[in-house]
């Protein structure tokens, strides 16, 4: 069977992750959608139990797995005997960051490939920050987020 790890906050996780994850598993016969349980650049909005949940109501049907963790990606992925981690792009600018940090990985685990996956032209646009700044403000998140996401924000923001 193959097994791909998609690593994130998915702090919530939108469609274009969906998209992502879709894709993936047009490649690979099941996708762990592994949720950070924190991030060194921000803070997160849900908790790490919530954005499990809200990404196993979103994914109800697909071959997938929802975990979290707390460690480096790579300790992740030997405990787990993974080989594959998938990361979406969106932009060029993605990739700097993301290429950087496939190295980075690589060095410390050699076993591990990296597969990029671009997401469909119509999520380029789209990322958490800017689904949880327009949910804080008001804004519609229609289309953006998967249901039960959009629910969750307009719960955590009182709209």
């Given at each position: 069977m193959k097994i791909a790890v998609y690593p994130g906050t998915f702090d919530p996780i939108t469609n274009g992750h969906i998209d992502v994850i879709k894709r993936a598993l047009g490649v690979f016969d099941k996708i762990i959608i592994a949720v950070a349980e924190k991030s060194s650049r921000k803070e997160t909005l849900f908790t790490m139990d919530e954005r499990i949940a809200m990404i196993k109501e979103a994914t109800k049907g697909m071959k997938v797995e929802v975990d979290?963790?707390?460690?480096?990606?790579?300790?992740?992925?030997?405990?787990?005997?993974?080989?594959?981690?998938?990361?979406?792009?969106?932009?060029?600018?993605?990739?700097?960051?993301?290429?950087?940090?496939?190295?980075?990985n690589n060095e410390l685990y050699s076993d591990m490939e990296t597969i990029f996956i671009m997401t469909d032209k119509k999520y380029f646009y789209l990322n958490s920050s800017l689904v949880r700044e327009l949910a804080r403000l008001g804004g519609s998140v229609n289309g953006l987020v998967p249901k039960n996401v959009e629910a969750a924000l307009k719960k955590k923001f009182g709209k």
């Open positions: 979290g963790f707390s460690k480096l990606l790579v300790d992740y992925l030997k405990d787990k005997k993974i080989k594959v981690v998938i990361r979406g792009l969106r932009a060029v600018s993605d990739f700097d960051r993301e290429f950087q940090m496939a190295v980075a």
